[in-house]
């Protein structure tokens, strides 16, 4: 085994076990691995010639993460986050509705009247170009509580997982 190849795996290890210490980059569920292969597939569709070298390093690294299983909720939000960016303006509300629905159930009925009432674009209404860096903005905001809460959901899942692991043993 040559040196570079002993240097390549410890380092995979080292990076391996950060990523076990860190609850935050915990290997992901099942079903998140499935999104997370969705992901990858809408962003290899969107990207163009004419896409930045950063959008293809994005998905590079996540792929490349994937391969190591240390993929996290934090990479599947930068991925889609890059996504939104690289999304035609015509599919914007389709993603503002979706970003809304799926904000609505993380985060409650109380927290979700609350954001209705701080008045959010209106998706249905008037020119969407004038409104493109605002509506941008507030997909943003849900993606952002959307992937906060699932890693907080994920998190919580596993302590009390944990914890009934050393109850019982």
């Not at 292969?37 to 950063?54: G, I, N, R």
């Not at 903005?137 to 302590?159: Q, T, V």
């Amino acid at each position: 085994m040559t040196n570079l190849l002993k240097l390549q795996l410890l380092t995979n290890h080292a990076k391996s076990q950060r990523a076990k210490k860190n609850p935050c980059n915990s290997p992901l569920p099942d079903y998140a691995l499935l999104y997370f292969d969705h992901l990858c597939a809408v962003f290899q569709e969107l990207l163009t010639d004419k896409s930045t070298p950063k959008a293809q390093s994005v998905l590079d690294d996540a792929l490349r993460k994937r391969s190591e299983n240390i993929i996290s909720w934090n990479n599947l939000y930068l991925l889609d986050i890059h996504i939104l960016k690289l999304l035609p303006m015509e599919s914007l509300p389709n993603k503002a509705r979706s970003s809304r629905q799926q904000f609505r159930s993380i985060v409650g009925e109380a927290a979700y009247q609350a954001y209705l009432a701080s008045k959010p674009p209106n998706i249905e209404e008037g020119d969407l170009c004038e409104k493109t860096p605002v509506l941008l903005a507030d997909i943003e905001y849900l993606m952002d509580s959307i992937y906060l809460g699932h890693s907080i959901n994920f998190l919580i899942k596993k302590l009390i997982i944990g914890l009934s692991q050393k109850s019982f043993f």
